[in-house]
């Protein structure tokens, strides 16, 4: 599969607060050294818990806010350059979990879907465009008339359909999809993932899955990154990392997931409360919640490694393969 989307060791800093003289006081480091390619036709899930940074990471890779560390490549071109850049934006849309905040009241479903189109100049009058808003609502399984209706007249998923249908309009070959579905009934994540994924297979498009529903992410990803105070701790294949978890934190998340089969225990414990990331533990940032920390985790920030193929963790105590 080809490189569409690496991200290289991506930081993402925000000043909270500075001195008399306008000066970084105090810094949050809501990212931290991420690096991770998506792959063209792939969907990459992220999970973590709430706070993690996964959002952040998918915003600062985006685009939407400013990388303080690191570098971003579309089809191994450097988005810094400009006319890249262009491309980039263009072809690297976002879903939000929300999608009647990003969608404007005072639209019709018409207008919403229209305004990509018309920002890009992408049709030549009036009847070519009613005709592709129509063609969109059709793909995403919504009635042509939906056009003329505003969005709070719709359900949260039939929302959720007309934001998918909106990222759609500039024809993507990526979606970042930050919670698409948390807001949204059980009955209707199903129906909105299975029709991401048909999405995919028909257009070929790539998605970086953002949720905190890890077996959700589980049936929706190729890959699956695990995300704990704004560092990856681990990165592989999603049954790998879901069925054979090699990183104490994702045993942990893993052990958390209902399961109808009660022999399914493991003896795995978290301990605590997630640190604030204004005061993010020494070493291993996972060390004061990890039933196997010893001196070394709380002196030496572990380097993800791939300790078996395809299958990246950040800890000193799973060993093996190279460091990323
Ligand atoms: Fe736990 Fe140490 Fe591994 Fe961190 S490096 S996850 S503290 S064993």
């Avoid at 479903?109 to 070519?128: A, F, H, K, Q, W």
Wanted: glycine fraction near 6%; hydrophobic fraction near 35%.
């Amino acid at each position: 599969m080809m490189d569409l989307i690496r991200a290289n060791h991506i930081t993402k800093q925000f000043v909270v607060d500075t001195d008399w003289l306008g000066r970084p006081k105090t810094i949050l480091t809501a990212v931290h050294d991420i690096s991770l390619t998506i792959h063209t036709g792939e969907t990459v899930g992220l999970v973590g818990e709430s706070g993690c940074g996964k959002s952040t990471f998918a915003r600062t890779v985006l685009g939407l806010y400013k990388v303080t560390q690191g570098d971003v490549f579309y089809k191994g071109k450097n988005i810094k350059d400009k006319q890249v850049q262009q491309q980039y934006r263009r072809h690297v849309q976002m879903i939000f979990q929300d999608p009647y905040s990003s969608l404007n009241p005072r639209m019709t479903v018409e207008d919403i879907i229209s305004e990509p189109l018309r920002n890009y100049g992408l049709c030549r009058t009036d009847e070519e465009r009613r005709k592709k808003v129509s063609d969109l609502l059709e793909e995403v399984d919504m009635r042509p008339e939906a056009a003329q209706r505003y969005p709070h007249e719709f359900s949260g998923g039939q929302r959720q359909r007309v934001g998918i249908a909106r990222a759609l309009a500039v024809s993507p070959e990526c979606i970042f999809c930050d919670e698409p579905i948390s807001a949204l009934d059980v009955s209707v994540q199903v129906q909105i993932v299975n029709m991401m994924q048909r999405l995919q297979k028909e257009r070929g498009l790539s998605y970086l899955f953002i949720a905190h529903d890890l077996t959700m992410v589980h049936h929706m990803s190729h890959r699956i990154g695990v995300m704990y105070l704004g560092h990856l701790m681990e990165l592989g294949f999603g049954d790998d990392v879901y069925h054979q978890p090699l990183h104490p934190y994702t045993q942990i998340l893993i052990a958390a997931v209902p399961r109808p089969d009660p022999q399914y225990i493991r003896n795995v414990f978290v301990q605590g409360e997630v640190p604030s990331p204004l005061h993010a533990p020494s070493g291993c940032v996972f060390h004061t919640r990890c039933p196997y920390a010893d001196e070394q985790c709380r002196q030496c920030v572990p380097v993800m490694k791939e300790v078996e193929p395809a299958h990246w963790v950040a800890c000193h105590h799973v060993k093996g393969g190279s460091n990323v």
